[in-house]
């Protein structure tokens, strides 16, 4: 888990929610993320006839991972509905996103860590 101080938060009522907190993405929140992320569109095939095709937005994708990762914000439990996430402010987004990367990174490092006790036989 990792903390995020946002800058406007989010207001319900009257209360303003500005402490985040993030967690890792589980399979299954990257498959709901997908499965909401596609629509079905008419595109032409080979034949010049349209026919249903389904169509991945990577934008929406981005949207819904990250929404996921917020496990909640002040008092709201996540995952962020979109109509909730759509009221962040573009810097409380880029907070957000900064704060996913970091989590990352230092899941990342505890990993290559991990991997050095192993190689060199330490048990600590």
């Known amino acids: 888990m990792h903390q995020v101080t946002l800058e406007k938060g ?11 907190t993030l967690r890792p993405l589980s399979a299954g929140d990257i498959i709901a993320a ?3 992320s596609e629509r079905v569109i008419m595109a032409p095939n080979g034949e ?3 026919e249903p095709t389904l169509l991945l937005s990577n934008a929406l994708m ?9 496990a909640s914000l002040g008092e709201i439990q996540g995952p962020l509905e979109v109509e909730q996430f759509k ?5 409380d987004l880029d907070l957000l996103q ?3 990367t970091a989590m990352d990174m230092a899941t990342a490092k505890a990993m290559v860590e ?3 006790d192993v190689a060199t036989g330490s048990d600590d």
Do not use: I, W, Y
Not at 10 to 20: C, P, S, Y
Not at 62 to 68: F, P, Y
């Open 10 to 20: 989010l207001m319900v009522g009257e209360k303003q929610h500005l402490k985040a």
């Open 34 to 36: 997908m499965e909401e």
């Open 48 to 50: 010049g006839k349209f």
């Open 62 to 70: 981005g949207v819904n991972t990250l929404r996921r990762q917020v």
């Open 87 to 91: 009221l962040l402010s573009d810097v």
């Open 98 to 100: 900064k704060g996913v």
């Open 114 to 116: 991990r991997g050095r």
